[in-house]
């Protein structure tokens, strides 16, 4: 069953995300050379405190951490410990706040400048993929759609989609139905509805597609040890498009300024 959400509960999961967000934005003032996952995951644990929210990895089927920091050929859910960030990294940070019983789950990649072409280029990639995917969801398409979007994107740069992990509703529980496979077919699938909540979160690889887990139990690393990026974002669909929940002031006007001027996206030289 997909719960479909009232305009008072998108409210609610619309504050979570905005401290979500806002929670990465915090991230990307802090982050530097030398910091330990840890000492990141302490960091936001304190700023989602601080907002009177919880993390809600925190002891999620045991998840020691109150974010995930995955580098470079970790893919996702690495445990925060002794890693350090380092120049040339590619750092997903995954964030989901519980704020008044409503859950914001959103992720960015951070790029720890120099970083090689391949690691820009992979990273607005996946930055480009997930905003077309979120063009395509109005009350009507379909799941495939999204995932047919991504897919296209990408492979035409070479790079692939990681099938293992997958969007999903969001808002009251932290996964829900429906899964959002970040590959398919467009026009096949579940038809969208009005009130459905749910993230979009491609994991895309500059090599296979494959992942394997790590001894921890959590961590998944690209198989062929290549870099991985991710975006990940809550969305709600509404009566002609959608509204993208996870959202920052500080990131709401830096999508409306690129949606100003949309020249187009040269993967080679751009920002996250
Ligand atoms: N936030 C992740 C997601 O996008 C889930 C992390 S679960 C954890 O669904 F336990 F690994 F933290
Ligand atoms: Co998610
Ligand atoms: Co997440």
């Known amino acids: 069953m997909i719960h479909i959400k009232s305009p008072t509960e998108i409210e609610m999961i619309r504050r979570s995300g905005r401290l979500a967000s806002e929670t990465l934005d915090y991230v990307g ?17 304190r700023f989602i405190l601080d907002h009177k ?17 995955s580098i470079n050929e970790e893919v996702v859910h690495a445990i925060p410990g002794s890693r350090t ?22 992720t960015r990649t951070f790029l720890m400048e120099p970083v090689s072409d391949l690691a820009r280029r992979l990273t607005m990639a996946t930055k480009m993929a997930i905003d077309l995917a979120i063009e ?19 492979e035409k740069e070479g790079f692939s989609v990681v099938q293992e992990f997958v969007g999903h509703g969001v808002g009251v529980g932290f996964h829900e139905p429906p899964n959002i496979p ?20 491609p994991m895309i690889n500059a090599g296979d597609w494959r ?18 990026a991710q975006f990940e974002h809550t969305l709600a669909v509404t009566a002609d ?14 999508r409306a300024r690129r949606a100003e001027s949309p020249e187009a996206l040269d993967l080679k030289t751009a920002k996250p």
């Open 29 to 45: 003032s802090i982050l530097r050379e030398g910091l330990t996952t840890k000492e990141i995951d302490r960091l936001v644990h």
């Open 53 to 69: 929210a919880v993390p809600a990895t925190l002891g999620y089927k045991g998840f020691p951490g109150s974010c995930c920091v």
């Open 85 to 106: 960030v380092k120049k040339g990294d590619v750092v997903k940070v995954d964030v989901t706040t519980i704020l008044n019983g409503y859950y914001g789950d959103t």
């Open 136 to 154: 395509t969801v109005r009350p009507g398409s379909r799941v495939g759609d999204i995932g047919a979007a991504i897919q296209g994107c990408v």
């Open 182 to 201: 970040h590959y398919g077919r467009a026009g096949t699938g579940v038809r969208l509805k009005k009130g459905m909540v749910f993230t979009i979160e």
């Open 211 to 228: 992942v394997r887990i790590l001894a921890d139990g959590w961590t998944a690393v690209t198989s062929d040890g290549q870099l991985s």
């Open 241 to 254: 498009g959608c509204e993208v929940l996870t959202l920052s002031p500080a990131e709401r006007e830096e």
